[in-house]
């Protein structure tokens, strides 16, 4: 067998061709999509180490989904660290932030990316060499248990903000029923929101500091607050909330009755029934994917999951990384996360970014795939097949493929029915010169 292989390569050997490899210089300037926290915190990382960065963010404002909470479990305020960010943001020399702006066309390779903005002032080129997407996520909007119909059922973010605003209010609560997992963990959206618990354990000590006599009960399904953040749930415990398991298949039900809002559930663990009169039912509502998440993931041609979040190239091994070269991840545009997990997220993904920006040239692969336009026939074949859509028709109405696009994987030219194009050291006769080696008779 070793013998045959050997033969086999010394056969292919014959035919190989010299390579050559072809460099092209790098735009060094960095491209941030989004302006939420994970967005403004990959620009200032780039920003900081020299690289110009542009900062694009759909709003009117930087902050994202963060400007809405009030305070974390532990006690910061997203409110104060988004100022803090947007003051460094707005007085860095190297940072240009477009603001009511979109990204509205994308072309080009790792480290020579070609963009336009678009926005009230119109259009504006731009040239960067790698980008980060940050386009952030949302809360979702609850119909199930009344949320709508009566506003006594609030979601947790609308509840901590009225308790900040009105603690007059709080003070005459007497008894609130708090439900887990809306929107999230069902057959629509199967993802764990991750913050959701966090956040009812929050509002439940922010409470009961406010109102020391309030009953608090949560009704959850798998109560997981992550890491120290356990310690928090013990406080809860201690002060008097109470928690009761529910399964999937019995859902709580939240009634009107008599101008009364009534919750019927059952214990998982005593499988007992109970009904509560609360004051006030608060929803713990999952995260879902930023409204921009679907056009630019169109416009870059990025994967997503079917519930809308991007997906990474690998989820241990390059778990900020596109397949796409030059383009990284980062915050809540992956998945539901807390604010200091999409910030280590951010200043990952921008180092990752700074690798290309910090190349003064970059190199090409030798091992592209080349068109032979005396054969090509421009029948679209190897431009639909593409993964990475490296070949284009060109002026002169023939395909070509520029070796920084191309990634070598050699589907264009299995694809290709006028055999015009060929993968440089895996041609045609290489191999066959491999196949013919192992056909042929042994000698004596």
């Known amino acids: 067998k070793a013998i045959e292989l050997v033969r086999a390569a010394v056969s292919r050997s014959a035919h190989l061709q010299p390579l050559k490899e072809d460099s092209y210089p790098v735009v060094r300037s960095g491209l941030v999509v989004g302006g939420g926290i994970a967005g ?92 980060v997407v940050a386009t952030g996520g949302q809360a979702y909007e609850p119909s199930e248990y009344l949320h709508g119909q009566d506003e006594r059922v609030c979601t947790q973010v609308e509840f901590a903000r009225r308790l900040a605003a009105e603690p007059a209010w709080a003070a005459r609560l ?62 809860a415990r201690k002060a008097g909330v109470l928690f009761f398991r529910y399964i999937p298949q019995e859902n709580p039900e939240v009634l009107q009755t008599d101008g009364h809002l009534r919750v019927y559930f059952t214990d998982r663990s005593t499988h007992q029934d109970f009904r509560v009169d609360p004051d006030l039912v608060v929803l713990s509502a999952g995260i879902r994917p930023g409204d921009g998440a679907g056009p630019v993931g169109q416009l870059l041609k990025l994967p997503r999951s079917a519930e809308g979040f991007f997906l990474e190239a690998h989820v241990k091994l390059r778990p900020m990384d596109f397949a796409n070269t030059g383009i990284f991840l980062a915050g809540l545009a992956h998945s539901p996360r807390f604010i200091k997990e999409s910030v280590i997220m951010a200043k990952g993904a921008a180092q990752q ?92």
């Not at 860095?92 to 603001?99: Q, V």
């Open 40 to 131: 403004m915190t990959a620009a200032l990382t780039m920003a900081d180490q020299g690289f110009a960065v542009k900062l694009v963010e759909k709003q009117s404002e930087l902050g994202g989904f963060a400007r809405q909470l009030t305070q974390t479990l532990e006690g910061d305020s997203p409110a104060r660290y988004i100022r803090y960010l947007e003051e460094r943001i707005i007085h860095h020399p190297k940072i240009t932030t477009f603001l009511d702006s979109r990204l509205v066309a994308h072309n080009g390779h790792v480290g020579a990316f070609e963009g336009v903005i678009e926005n009230r002032d119109g259009r504006q080129d731009i040239r960067y060499g790698a980008v």
């Open 353 to 444: 970014a700074v690798k290309v920006l910090c190349k003064e040239q970059m190199a090409t692969s030798a091992a592209v795939a080349v068109v032979d336009s005396d054969l090509c026939v421009a029948c679209l074949a190897c431009v639909r097949r593409c993964p990475f859509d490296a070949p284009f028709i060109n002026a002169d109405h023939v395909s070509e493929i520029p070796a920084a696009d191309c990634r070598g994987c050699g589907i264009c030219i299995c694809e290709c029915p006028a055999r015009a194009i060929t993968l440089l050291h895996s041609s045609d006769e290489q191999l066959h010169a491999k196949i013919d080696a192992f056909l042929d008779p042994q000698p004596s």
């Open 174 to 235: 007497n008894t609130v029923v708090m439900i887990q997992c809306v929107g999230s963990r069902n057959e629509e959206f199967p993802y764990c929101s991750r913050v959701c618990c966090s956040a009812a354990v929050k509002n439940s000590l922010a409470l009961k500091e406010l109102n020391p006599q309030a009953q608090v009960i949560v009704l959850y399904r798998d109560l997981r607050t992550f890491g120290f953040k356990e310690l928090y749930y013990l406080k």
